[in-house]
């Protein structure tokens, strides 16, 4: 069993920074692919970023390339996602998932994940 929190979120304005954070409960997160999801209002939950176990393997959504990278810390089972130049676009509920004992990276459906987080707030005002 994993459990994840989120913390980070909050309200800022155009071109400000946040920095997610996913703590990871249990042993299988160093064995584990993580990843961020986003949902907006009205809108499915859309894939944001991606990180393999070792973090050799990345991948970003396109809307987001260039402006958040994703890292992860095996030694504190935490996985971090630095937002830069942030924009009202921005604004959806962010989640943190994990894909136990995965070994490979790459993984941007919802369907890969195994177990999610609450989600945390990102609101970005114009």
């Known amino acids: 069993q994993v459990q994840l929190v989120e913390s980070g979120g909050g309200l800022v304005h155009t071109g400000d920074s946040l920095r997610l954070s996913c703590a990871a409960s249990?042993?299988?997160?160093?064995?584990?692919?993580m990843g961020w999801f986003r949902q907006a209002p009205g809108k499915e939950r859309e894939f944001v970023a991606t990180?393999?176990?070792?973090?050799?393997?990345?991948l970003y959504a396109d809307s987001v390339k260039g402006r958040f990278t994703i890292s992860r810390d095996n030694a504190k089972n935490t996985v971090y996602l630095q937002m830069n130049s942030l924009k009202p676009g921005d604004t959806a509920v962010y989640y943190c998932?994990?894909?136990?004992?995965?070994?490979?990276?790459?993984?941007?459906?919802?369907?890969?994940?195994?177990?999610w987080g609450q989600g945390t707030q990102v609101t970005v005002s114009s």
């Open positions: 998932a994990a894909k136990i004992t995965a070994y490979s990276g790459g993984y941007s459906y919802n369907n890969d994940y195994d177990y």
């Open positions: 249990g042993r299988t997160f160093g064995s584990s692919a």
């Open positions: 990180i393999s176990w070792s973090g050799d393997r990345i």
